[in-house]
């Protein structure tokens, strides 16, 4: 069971896999650690995640799931 994050790097959006995982909340974080986005009450399987009203960088997606916290990294162009 693993998260996949696609296209990646992105200029405006992704799309987050999570196959069979219950997702209850992601998070965007920046390279400081600070969170700039959260949403509860997710969903199952994919999901998509704007990006477009950040600027350029590394972003790090936190997702959480009935199996734990899983991280992925997503580069903006």
Known sequence: AQVSVYPNPTT???IVTTGNLKTSQYEIVNLNG???YSETG??????QVSMENYPAGIYFLRVMT????????????
Request: cysteine-free; hydrophobic content about 40%.
């Open 42 to 47: 997710v969903k199952n399987g994919d999901f």
């Open 34 to 36: 600070q969170l700039i």
């Open 12 to 14: 405006s959006y992704v």
């Open 66 to 77: 009935d199996k734990g916290m899983l991280v992925k990294k997503i580069s903006k162009m």
